[in-house]
């Protein structure tokens, strides 16, 4: 164990057309859909991820878009998967830890 290993905090992301999953320390975390329901109005409002985006989906109001950020495995829209990955890493800390990882 070195000296730094007490601030750092490792995380693995699997990316998936219909599914992410978060592991860390070993274990599933997160396993959401890979959908994000955004404001037409503001794109960089989100509204809801996974399994709330995906209750929204194409059930909501016109002024909510929901985006499934990869097609066949490939990252179709960046924006939405990042929107989507930030919020999923907050996920993991509900409470913004003292040190947590860069985008948290």
């Not at 409002?45 to 950020?69: C, D, F, Q, Y």
């Not at 990252?75 to 999923?88: H, T, V, Y």
């Amino acid at each position: 164990m070195g000296l730094f290993n007490f601030f750092t905090q490792e995380i693995a992301i699997d990316l998936g057309t219909a599914n992410t999953l978060i592991i860390h320390n070993d274990e599933i975390v997160v396993n959401e859909p890979s959908i994000v329901a955004l404001d037409r109005n503001n794109p960089k409002n989100i509204l809801a991820v996974g399994k709330k985006a995906l209750m929204m989906h194409e059930k909501t109001h016109e002024s909510i878009r929901t985006v499934r950020p990869l097609k066949d495995g490939v990252i179709a829209d960046f924006n939405a998967a990042e929107l989507m990955i930030r919020e999923m890493i907050k996920l993991i800390y509900p409470k913004k830890p003292l040190f947590a990882p860069a985008g948290a």
